[in-house]
């Protein structure tokens, strides 16, 4: 039975949802990064030192499930200051990278490929102390393994070896963030086919389009991926009962509840504001990767809102989504995923025109469709170029490889 304060604060923000008549500033864009530190000798570094030394500044960072990560959040901007926002990030990414010289004092590097690129992060040793993650990590050590392609992982490793991007959009009131997150749902498949980026973890280069996703499903035990809605939202109030329907794993209220749900999209509001934030995208955050994915969620969002666009069955987009996150440009599916995702960005841009915000990073995303190539082809292509017998020298290379793209802010596919 779920929790007798859950279910009251539940039934108080429904309440509250259906008084509401706001109308904020919407499209406002936050953005979370998660990544991981390694060193030259191609191991997990702790990262407590770095998380430190950002406190009381600009960059402030906090902790993650593993010693070796950090996050990195920043505040919400208009869709109007993307630039800035660009600008913010190549400043975050010069930062951290001058503090790891003056902190380590050997080559270190901050890398935000979405998967843990060293085996070591296999140990046990890697799990953070924070209360939070300790109880998480009990509640994850009882889960089966893994398995993907031959290998098996520990749930827990998988979890504190996994990095995240994650994007929120604020909705200007309950029923346009009911029709966002709807929306949003439509986009699944051909944001993992654009933007996977994870094909390298624990030394091992796998086949799957999108491993992360694949061995996080598993390892979160259903308490991640596509929501499991049973239709589609028809207000804010639907998502409060879908949450509240959930088990909880630690969580004592609604806002945890919501926090635990590593779904690839999500309802927050436990900021005074309404915001759909967007978890399905783990790629290299070179900041103008990042502006190009913000520009394809809303200028799709805005136009298929303003037009009332067709949502397709959420048993299409789950089907479509798990054949993507497989075989990537190579799914087959009911439609071509290269020709909806091709609609895609064609409709985004229109979007974007729209709102007269002009579309500045897309292009980005266009070649890697033409081309159809992802970072994590990028990453896997250095992996068999650059292996030279040792696994631990590997890794260090193309972690050097990929930072210093990241810290020129050039894409790495």
């Not at 009381?56 to 960072?61: I, K, L, S, V, W």
């Not at 503090?99 to 270190?108: A, E, F, G, P, T």
């Not at 893994?146 to 309950?174: D, R, S, W």
């Not at 020709?339 to 979007?351: C, E, M, Q, V």
Request: hydrophobic fraction near 35%; include cysteine; charged fraction near 25%.
């Amino acid at each position: 039975m779920q929790n007798r304060a859950i279910i009251r604060q539940a039934k108080e923000l429904k309440e509250k949802v259906k008084k509401d008549r706001r109308q904020d500033e919407n499209f406002l864009v936050g953005i979370e990064i998660e990544g991981c530190l390694i060193g030259k000798n191609g191991l997990p570094v702790d990262a407590k030192p770095l998380i430190q030394k950002m406190q009381g500044t600009r960059h402030e960072m906090d902790f993650e499930y593993s010693k070796c990560q950090f996050e990195f959040k920043t505040k919400p901007v208009s869709m109007d200051d993307l630039q800035e926002l660009n600008d913010q990030l190549e400043d975050f990414s010069e930062a951290i990278g001058k503090s790891v010289q003056k902190i380590y004092r050997s080559d270190v590097f901050p890398l935000f490929l979405g998967a843990n690129p060293s085996p070591a992060i296999l140990d046990n040793v890697w799990l953070t102390g924070k209360p939070r993650y300790k109880k998480l990590g009990r509640w994850q050590s009882g889960f089966p393994d893994v398995e993907m392609e031959g290998q098996k992982y520990k749930a827990l490793h998988v979890a504190y070896g996994i990095q995240g991007f994650h994007f929120h959009l604020q909705g200007k009131n309950p029923s346009y963030t009911t029709a966002m997150f709807n929306h949003i749902l439509n986009l699944i498949p051909s944001a993992i086919l654009l933007c996977a980026n994870s094909r390298l973890f624990a030394g091992k280069v796998f086949a799957i389009h999108e491993p992360r996703i694949f061995m996080y499903d598993q390892s979160e035990q259903q308490n991640s991926g596509f929501p499991a809605i049973p239709r589609y939202l028809g207000g804010v109030e639907d998502y409060i009962d879908y949450i509240v329907s959930r088990k909880p794993v630690i969580a004592k209220n609604y806002f945890e509840m919501v926090k635990e749900r590593h779904d690839d999209a999500r309802i927050r509001m436990n900021t005074g504001n309404y915001r759909v934030e967007t978890r399905v995208l783990s790629v290299q955050p070179t900041p103008r990767t990042m502006m190009a994915i913000i520009e394809f969620f809303v200028g799709y969002l805005y136009r298929a809102i303003h037009e009332k666009r067709k949502l397709r069955p959420l048993s299409a987009l789950r089907e479509e989504r798990q054949s993507v996150v497989r075989s990537g440009f190579n799914a087959k599916t009911h439609f071509s995923v290269i020709d909806t995702a091709r609609n895609h960005l064609s409709y985004a841009r229109k979007g974007l025109s729209d709102l007269g915000v002009g579309s500045k990073f897309l292009s980005i995303l266009d070649s890697r469709l033409e081309k159809k190539v992802t970072a994590g082809d990028y990453v896997a292509d250095l992996w068999y170029k650059n292996f030279n017998g040792s696994v631990d020298e590997t890794v260090a290379e193309i972690a050097e490889i990929v930072w210093q793209k990241t810290l020129h802010n050039s894409p790495i596919a």
